[in-house]
């Protein structure tokens, strides 16, 4: 549902507390979800520990409410998945730059399938705009980063997930209430224990609703007696987002906010969420928009450069606070905002950002996972994103060349591919 590179959190209420469970896990930046099929760590292992677990929690779980025949029906399928632990261990070393996060979620291949899916769905999203007041390239922009228009829904079942993170123990209490919460959402007969799948930390459906905040939030927008957020139709889920941000305080009409130029000499002290200013008082230090146009009023405003003065600036404004509980990171908050304007016919930022430490800019690295590929080393695609899978390859290319292996690119490096070294 959470320059500097920044570490996603979300606040640990409402939906974002998904966050607090995935902690680095970016809504639509990891790849998509590995089958279970094809990941054996995703299945079910026999652990006697984990059944004498699950054995003392029926009796809490009767306790607040959940029948003998829930726990039956729920549990009686549920196994120890030891891939969710791993994931649940290593999960917080990820690190992106505002970049790396913009080219993950909207990059031109997003922007493109978003606009498809606002076209495909205009009169529904008209209709929950309608309801919600929340308006449809926003909650178009919360599918494609959450799920990529669903396409990134996850396959875990939740039950095991959130059972076998419940009982590792590392966040015992927060995992078992929701496993306390899913139980719940089964025995109202919103959806089964089979079909109730999601992320490794229990993220569920279209827009990656975690039990707790489903049984708080999610709405049954057609009125058919289930409040269905999983299966294709994503009526639910894009409903049941516009419902949450609408209770969180969204203002209708109101931008999140935009990009803005600064003047040369821009003093660092005044970004930040903290500093907020009127319009008037950000026009007499010389902020304008980026496209050189003066600055609208849509009240008090900050501005916010989180790669630093000289890089992409942002002028964020009460709606801005408002998509932060469904994800408390700044990035986050940026990539649905400008995927938002993308999917509503607007144009890429207009400043650029800085190479990178390497000295690489996006379209260098994007080359160099193209040439990469194309050499035999398979980078997994050319997002201009240097991941693992990008390393890896590094590596083998530089072992096979004799190199030493870093695993980091460089500009002879690329040179090398081009054939100019």
Request: with cysteine; glycine share 12%; hydrophobic share 40%.
């Amino acid at each position: 549902m959470q320059a500097k590179t920044f570490h996603i959190t979300r606040r640990a209420t409402g939906l974002g507390m998904a966050a607090a469970l995935l902690a680095g896990c970016m809504g639509g930046v990891l790849p998509a979800t590995t089958r279970r099929a094809e990941d054996p760590a995703m299945r079910p292992v026999p652990n006697p520990a984990f059944d004498a677990w699950l054995a003392a929690f029926r009796p809490r779980a009767r306790s607040r409410g959940i029948s003998e025949a829930t726990l039956d029906r729920a549990l009686s399928s549920a196994g120890y998945l030891p891939g969710v632990i791993e994931r649940d261990r290593n999960q917080a070393e990820f690190r992106r730059t505002l970049e790396d996060y913009l080219a993950l979620v909207a990059s031109e291949a997003r922007v493109s399938e978003g606009r498809a899916a606002a076209r495909q769905h205009a009169s529904l999203l008209s209709e929950i705009e309608s309801r919600y007041g929340v308006e449809s390239h926003i909650i178009a922009a919360i599918w494609g980063v959450e799920s990529r228009y669903g396409q990134r829904r996850g396959d875990i079942p939740v039950i095991s997930a959130t059972a076998t993170l419940a009982f590792d123990g590392r966040r015992g209490q927060m995992f078992e209430n929701q496993l306390m919460a899913a139980l719940r959402i089964i025995q109202n007969g919103d959806t089964s224990p089979a079909n109730m799948v999601g992320s490794w930390a229990g993220a569920m459906g279209h827009t990656q609703f975690i039990p707790t905040t489903f049984a708080e939030y999610a709405v049954d927008f057609r009125g058919t007696g289930q409040r269905d957020i999983w299966s294709d139709d994503p009526t639910d889920a894009l409903a049941s987002a516009a419902a949450y941000l609408s209770r969180m305080g969204w203002r209708r009409g109101q931008p999140w906010g935009f990009e803005v130029r600064l003047p040369e000499g821009f003093p660092t002290s005044a970004l930040g969420r903290s500093s907020t200013r009127s319009r008037s008082d950000w026009a007499g230090m010389g902020v304008v928009r980026a496209d050189g146009s003066a600055l609208p009023d849509h009240g008090p405003a900050s501005i916010i450069a989180p790669m630093g003065v000289g890089t992409p600036a942002f002028m964020t404004f009460a709606n801005f606070t408002t998509i932060t509980r469904y994800n408390n990171s700044e990035s986050y908050v940026i990539g649905v905002g400008y995927l938002a304007d993308r999917i509503r016919g607007g144009g890429p930022l207009r400043t650029p950002f800085p190479p990178d430490r390497f000295g690489l800019t996006q379209d260098d690295r994007m080359d160099l996972q193209r040439r990469l590929t194309a050499a035999g080393f398979d980078t997994g695609g050319a997002d201009g994103v240097l991941g693992p899978n990008t390393e890896r390859a590094i590596r083998d290319f530089q072992r096979a060349r004799g190199l030493s292996q870093t695993g980091e690119p460089s500009r002879a490096m690329l040179d090398m591919l081009r054939g100019r070294g």
